[in-house]
């Protein structure tokens, strides 16, 4: 805060004004003179304050100017500095005339005392704007140029590298490219050794990114061009004379012939023969030949010298192969393993050796051979060496392989070498897919529609290996005629089939024998489909057609037709009867599942007089029991010949019930008791209750059968349920006149045969019909016997056995016939079969 001046001594004095430097003498005599005196001072103050006000402008006007030229060289929008490359290009000449301009305003706008002194510091400062605004634009120039430069190659080598297929196209772009840097390079005040250097560099970049487009767009064919001989199937040799030394003066040992792909180590050729530049590139190149000839699966001598020295080329192939085995003390149809270093030296050895003269140390073969299995690497040969026209043909003309270091280009080969492996063995597990194709098609007797070739198997395994994988392949094929058979017939044909493929002898006992246990795998192989589901296999082969689920009446004629056949396919096939596929029985299974009452008992009805036989109709009912068992009891039900009484009255008629409506009533029951919760659910009594009622009424007439009283169990709640319903009667109190009918409509009724024990009687039959029915059946039966049908024996005690057929007890077992097979009593009655819908 101000702080307000005090003073201790209060008192006035009088204190003189400061002299502000201008001296009037106040005496009379001088006054004339100190008034001059004074205006010449006063002047000079003046001047002095004009002078400094001059500086003041001058420098105001000096820091506009400044500020204006700071706007036109920074402004980040429109300054100069904010401009790059061309469009910097011209803008200096701009820049400069608007300082100018805006120096001759401001200096107009000065007085004149101030125009010298603003004048001569702009100028200095002018002179520093031009050469800073010059240098920038002379460096955005340059930059602009070199941006062009840049651009311009990149684009002339993307496309040459993309012509990598058209040596014209190619060629071309390169020359361009050459003339731009060496236009470029001379223009911007470059060395010719840094010239060259670029123009090299260009080429060799632009021709590796070119091989990388060969591999990458067809690797393969492009290791055709650029690979060595041994990479393009191997190379052959030129028959010549042994007494020659044309190979030892060419370093090619094995007088390997000229080719369009030359050699790592080829220098030129005499004509005919390859010449390298040392003797261990010529035994590079043979051991590498031999190398190639084993991936190719030729591996015995035999195969390798018929390669190698073919009969068309004029050579004596026999001769030479007894030569080298000779030389080598092996057998010629052994497979020799090239990739040991022992065995490829001992084979190349021979080979020279055999083909006549040479001066090749035992030191210098082994390092050829090592680099031939990829040990070591041998030195590129001198510039020098090679002949001027080497390079013409090189890598079947591709211009830009003679443009890549000798590094790269073996990093090229490699590569390619690689995806032709992985390729290889691509196809190999492809090939071995679609065999293992063909043999499960001749498992089933089938017949592969386009089984590869040999030449695919060679290719996959070899030339060895191929040939015989091929016939094997071949004789598994042939296996199809005798497993399609196989599919035919029955059991015991199937097993003379077998019987008399036995292979006897040694010879080709192994495949022989495989062959054979591929045929026995076969067989059981059908067998086992056959057994899982005969319908399904016969449908298969087309032995009958598929059941058409399309509506009733078609149901019911085509398993009229399939009628005919079931029976024969059991036989043939030593199957149980089926008569529906396990794909048909899940579809009837849903159908009927989701189907109303009535038109359950429609299909049943639709099965039962589709099928033929009474046999055929069991068996359809047992599959449908599978997922259903009301509905099968139900069929059975449907299928016999009388009414059932269901309760006898003493003083009112009896209730019997027709097979009919017997099913009915399980089919209405069943649907019952399955309700949603969302419906008003049928309530039963007491479940102990309905057991111990049923107990007491079946008694032991389902001895040591505890499934079929549960079964039987539940199809009379089933009509218990639809007798109840019928009534309106759901309150879940027992009605034992209603759980009554519904057991002996589920059972068929049960009687105390003899007093010995309860059985079920035939559905529709009497207690008294059904005592006279095994009276009958006993007089017929006691005579096979050797029994007495009035002794002791005609009292016995039954047990139900199957439907309306019954065993003998007799003791703690059963009656038997003298081959010791239980007496069955069947007094099952024949109904006279509905006309068919």
Aim: aromatic fraction near 8%.
């Amino acid at each position: 805060m101000p702080i307000v001046p005090t003073y201790k001594d209060r008192q006035v004095r009088s204190t003189a004004m400061p002299n502000n430097g201008l001296t009037v003498r106040s005496t009379p005599n001088d006054f004339g003179a100190d008034i001059g005196e004074a205006v010449g001072q006063y002047g000079q103050v003046f001047a002095e304050a004009k002078q400094r006000a001059n500086v003041a402008l001058s420098q105001d006007a000096l820091l506009q100017w400044q500020t204006y030229a700071d706007d036109q060289l920074n402004n980040p929008q429109t300054g100069l500095y904010s401009k790059q490359g061309r469009n910097a290009m011209g803008q200096s000449d701009e820049v400069m005339a608007n300082l100018s301009s805006k120096r001759e305003e401001l200096m107009a706008s000065l007085p004149e005392g101030a125009r010298a002194d603003f004048s001569k510091q702009a100028n200095v400062l002018n002179r520093q704007y031009a050469t800073q605004i010059n240098r920038f634009e002379i460096g955005q120039i340059q930059a602009f140029e070199t941006s062009t430069h840049k651009g311009s190659m990149e684009m002339i080598a993307k496309k040459a590298a993309t012509s990598f297929q058209d040596p014209k196209a190619f060629i071309s772009h390169i020359t361009l490219g050459e003339h731009n840097i060496v236009t470029f390079g001379r223009s911007q005040g470059q060395s010719e050794e840094e010239i060259i250097a670029n123009v090299a560099k260009f080429k060799n970049q632009v021709a590796w990114q070119a091989g990388q487009n060969a591999m990458a767009t067809n690797a393969i064919q492009t290791l055709q061009t650029i690979g060595e001989p041994s990479d393009v199937n191997g190379a052959m040799r030129v028959p010549g004379n042994p007494a020659d030394n044309r190979g030892g003066r060419n370093n090619n040992p094995g007088n390997l012939r000229v080719s369009d792909n030359l050699w790592d180590g080829q220098i030129g050729d005499d004509g005919e023969y390859v010449q390298f530049a040392t003797p261990e590139h010529g035994v590079r190149a043979l051991g590498k030949n031999l190398l190639t000839y084993r991936d190719k699966g030729v591996v015995t001598l035999n195969q390798i010298i018929h390669r190698w020295a073919p009969k068309k080329d004029g050579n004596n192939t026999e001769a030479y192969i007894a030569d080298v085995a000779s030389r080598m003390n092996i057998d010629a149809n052994v497979a020799i393993d090239v990739t040991n270093i022992a065995s490829l030296k001992s084979l190349a050895t021979a080979i020279m050796q055999h083909e006549g003269k040479h001066s090749i140390t035992d030191a210098q073969i082994n390092t050829g051979l090592q680099a031939a299995l990829g040990l070591t690497r041998l030195p590129e040969p001198d510039k020098s060496q090679y002949q001027p026209e080497i390079g013409k043909a090189q890598a079947g003309s591709n211009p830009w392989w003679r443009l890549l270091t000798p590094v790269q280009q073996y990093q090229l080969r490699k590569q390619a070498e690689t995806v032709q492996n992985k390729q290889r063995q691509e196809f190999k597990t492809s090939l071995t897919d679609k065999v293992k194709d063909a043999n499960a098609m001749v498992l089933r007797g089938l017949t592969y529609s386009n089984p590869p070739s040999l030449d695919e198997f060679k290719y996959a395994y070899g030339e060895h290996d191929g040939i015989k994988e091929y016939e094997q392949f071949q004789h598994n094929q042939g296996l199809a005629a005798d497993i399609a058979t196989v599919q035919y017939l029955s059991p015991q044909a199937q097993q003379a089939l077998l019987a008399a493929k036995k292979p006897t002898g040694d010879d080709d006992a192994a495949n022989n024998w495989r062959r054979y246990d591929l045929l026995n795998q076969a067989i059981n192989s059908v067998n086992k489909t056959r057994t899982a589901d005969p319908i399904q296999f016969s449908i298969d082969r087309q032995q009958i057609n598929k059941l058409d689920f399309s509506n009733v009446r078609s149901f019911t004629d085509s398993l009229n037709q399939r009628s005919t056949h079931v029976a024969d396919i059991a036989k043939g096939y030593q199957t149980p009867l089926t008569i529906f596929s396990a794909q048909e029985q899940t579809i009837l299974s849903q159908l009927l599942d989701k189907a109303p009452a009535s038109q359950k008992i429609e299909y049943l009805d639709a099965i039962r007089q589709g099928l033929k036989s009474n046999q055929s109709y069991t068996a359809a009912l047992k599959q449908i029991s599978q997922s259903d068992t009301s509905l099968a009891v139900a069929g059975i039900i449907m299928n016999k010949p009388a009414s059932i009484t269901a309760q006898s009255k003493f003083w009112s008629s009896d209730i019997t019930v027709t097979p009919t409506e017997a099913a009915q009533l399980i089919v209405q029951g069943n649907m019952i008791r399955k309700l949603d919760k969302g419906t008003e659910k049928f309530i039963f009594p007491k479940e102990t209750e309905l057991r111990e009622n049923f107990a007491d009424k079946v008694g032991d007439a389902f001895a040591g059968d505890i499934s079929g009283a549960n079964k039987a169990f539940e199809v009379a709640k089933d009509v218990y349920a639809a007798l109840m319903a019928k009534k309106g009667d759901i309150n879940g109190e027992l009605d034992n006149d209603a759980w009554m009918q519904a057991i002996n409509i589920a059972t068929g009724g049960i009687h105390d045969y003899q007093g010995m024990g309860k059985i079920m009687l035939p559905w529709g039959m009497s207690a008294d019909a059904f005592d006279n029915a095994i009276s009958n059946e006993w007089n017929s039966i006691a005579a096979t016997l050797g029994k007495n049908r009035h002794s002791s024996a005609a009292i016995f005690q039954l047990q139900n056995y199957g439907d309306s057929q019954y065993l003998i007890i007799q003791g703690s077992g059963y009656l038997r016939h003298k081959n010791g097979q239980p007496v069955i009593i069947d007094v099952s009655q024949e109904k006279i079969r509905d006309v068919p819908l």
